[in-house]
């Protein structure tokens, strides 16, 4: 399954929130972020299903009041052996939860919505067009944590050896053969924005997904590159022609749906731990590929040429010189 675009809103909660939660960042600094301009965040609890927040700037604030300090973005394949405990919610197969840290009580933030009693069918109610609300609205369900969850959430949060991912996306991913014709997007070099950038915005101060005011140019090179190559092979997928116009044989065409699935999980399990630990990462990026018809004849190389061509000049010389002493008696 393909990865839900509110990774970007939960990533940016995340980043951000941990600022105004750590830092005091001012919270009118972020709030309309464009990156929330596409949802509308709503937090309730769980078992009771009461309301306790209907903006996320609400919700931070009553969450710094209770003692919260830090928010973290996990993998939500951690609740796998959880049995949702209202059957009046759907929890949704997001790839990603949010948890809060207060003391060492944590708590989930699990997307879902609620189920109506009257509401019988598999498929979702669409309202007529003129009806429908525009904005997209998100739950974020509150789940209190059990210490063996809360135990998975701290082994999570492990430091991580980022030479060892970064080889390990270099050799599984971009070097595989499905990504053969994957070309390195444009702004690689640019913040993430995590949504398109008009023309007039490019002349003005913009929010990227994570705070600019860290160096974190390795998280967002990274961001831009996955970001890309799952478009890229989704794009492909949709769409199983060679770049000379070629459709994919039947073979390739499941090892590209194979490929895509990893890529995705890949890159869900990337997203919580640049979330988590952006600000600490440190790889070396990946090398270009060795251009062997660039080779510069060395000196040594010359030098063995020289040499040999000398050899062979003073067993010449040698060679007349006997002669010559044979010839004269000497």
């Not at 209770?66 to 759907?90: A, F, M, R, Y």
């Not at 092979?233 to 022609?241: A, F, T, V």
């Not at 194979?258 to 990026?285: C, Q």
Request: negative net charge; proline residues 5%.
């Amino acid at each position: 399954m393909a990865l839900d675009q509110i990774w970007k809103a939960q990533l940016t909660l995340v980043t951000y929130g941990n600022e105004f939660l750590q830092q005091d960042l001012n919270m009118n600094d972020w709030v309309n972020h464009p990156i929330f301009a596409q949802h509308h965040l709503v937090f309730r609890d769980l078992a009771s299903q009461q309301l306790l927040a209907q903006h996320f700037r609400v919700w931070l604030e009553a969450l710094k009041q209770q003692g919260v300090d830090k928010l973290s973005l996990h993998n939500s394949t951690i609740l796998d052996e959880e049995s949702n405990p209202n059957p009046n919610v759907e929890l949704l197969p997001y790839a990603h939860f949010i948890v809060s840290h207060q003391g060492k009580n944590k708590t989930a933030w699990i997307c879902g919505h609620e189920l109506a009693e009257w509401y019988t069918h598999d498929h979702p109610f669409t309202a007529p067009s003129a009806q429908q609300v525009k904005l997209r609205q998100e739950i974020f369900w509150r789940y209190p944590l059990n210490e063996k969850l809360t135990k998975k959430v701290t082994l999570d949060l492990k430091v991580n050896d980022w030479h060892e991912i970064e080889k390990y996306i270099a050799s599984e991913i971009f070097n595989h053969q499905c990504a053969e014709d994957f070309l390195e997007p444009e702004q690689v070099d640019l913040p993430f924005y995590g949504y398109e950038l008009e023309q007039s915005h490019l002349d003005k101060t913009v929010l990227a997904i994570i705070p600019t005011t860290h160096q974190a140019d390795a998280a967002h090179h990274l961001l831009h590159r996955m970001s890309a190559l799952i478009d890229f092979l989704h794009s492909r997928c949709n769409h199983p022609y060679t770049t000379q116009g070629e459709i994919l044989s039947p073979e390739e065409q499941i090892n590209l749906r194979n490929f895509v699935k990893k890529t995705d999980d890949v890159f869900g399990r990337l997203i919580s731990k640049i979330a988590n630990h952006y600000k600490n990462i440190d790889f070396d990026m990946p090398m270009e590929p060795y251009d062997r018809t660039m080779d510069v004849p060395t000196a040594s190389g010359n030098l063995h040429k020289t040499n040999h061509s000398s050899v062979i000049k003073l067993v010449l010389i040698t060679v007349v010189i006997c002669i010559l002493a044979y010839y004269f008696g000497l």
